[in-house]
């Protein structure tokens, strides 16, 4: 035979049968017990569970036996008489309740606290609840110093990356902003220059070119006007006084210029304004 502590798992009162579980013992089986046994050994116990109690609460020390449906109860045990019939299985279950008052990482079971009323004194069992709960506090204590930090760092690196995404917001909004202040003075200049040139009759764009660098312009209109890379059947040279390729068809359309209809074709346009 053998011993273990266990609570009624379910009871049925009109035929006296019931089942306990196991609390020491790996064992999936559940203990059969009858209420005859529960009275011959334990009235009180029978009492109680013949009451309005629910059986889930009762817990009690049982010797048991294989049978052929399973495990039966075969009597039913105080502390005392569990240390003194099982000494050996009684020091391995002891150890097992010291152990598990000792362990935090899992809820202390209700039956523990059952099952070491009469094997632990009063005084230990006062005293492993003390220590396990200042272990609770320190590690509740380290746990929320380490979720403290944690959250500071996630904070820290959260205002960095919002510090950086500002960053990268002023810059793009600075290079935006310089866009389009260049494009105004572009614009700016486009519109002095034709109101420059529209008085003066000229007729081709070669005209204009050839009066802003007569004239010395390039400050004036320093931003839409330059130096063009000129390329024709391999060759290349430089064209001062020429303009983009979008304002050079702003310009004909704004002052009726003809095209010179030159086979060569601009390859780059350096404004004056990056000669200056």
């Known amino acids: 035979m053998s011993i273990d502590f266990g609570w009624v ?56 036996r294989e049978c052929p449906r399973g495990h039966e109860v075969v009597s039913i045990l105080s502390p005392k008489q569990v240390l003194g019939k099982y000494p050996d299985e009684a020091t391995t279950i002891i150890r097992l309740l010291r152990e598990s008052w000792t362990c935090i990482s899992n809820p202390l079971p209700t039956y523990m606290s059952k099952a070491a009323a009469g094997l632990l004194s009063k005084d230990e069992i006062q005293q492993l609840t003390a220590n396990r709960h200042s272990k609770i506090e320190e590690h509740n204590r380290k746990t929320d110093e380490q979720r403290r930090i944690q959250l500071e760092k996630a904070r820290e690196l959260a205002e960095k990356r919002a510090a950086r995404r500002e960053a990268e917001m002023r810059k793009r909004q600075a290079i935006q902003d310089q866009i389009a202040e260049e494009e105004k003075e572009k614009e700016d200049e486009f519109r002095k220059l034709v109101d420059e040139m529209k008085p ?25 006007s330059g130096i063009l890379e000129m390329e024709r059947d391999g060759d290349r040279w430089n064209f001062g006084g020429g303009f983009p390729a979008n304002v050079y068809a702003r310009l004909c359309d704004e002052l009726g210029l003809q095209s ?11 404004p004056y304004k990056d000669l200056l």
């Open 9 to 64: 798992v379910r009871f049925r009162q009109t035929r006296g049968i019931g089942f306990a579980s196991h609390a020491f013992r790996s064992s999936s089986k559940e203990v059969f017990f009858h209420i005859k046994q529960l009275k011959r050994f334990d009235a009180s116990l029978a009492e109680t569970l013949d009451g309005p109690t629910r059986s889930r609460d009762i817990f009690f020390w049982y010797e048991y």
């Open 260 to 270: 010179n209809k030159s086979p060569a074709k601009p390859t780059k346009f350096t």
């Open 200 to 224: 003066l009759g000229f007729s081709h764009s070669n005209q204009v070119s050839a009066y802003i660098v007569r004239h010395r312009l390039g400050h004036k209109y320093k931003n839409i």
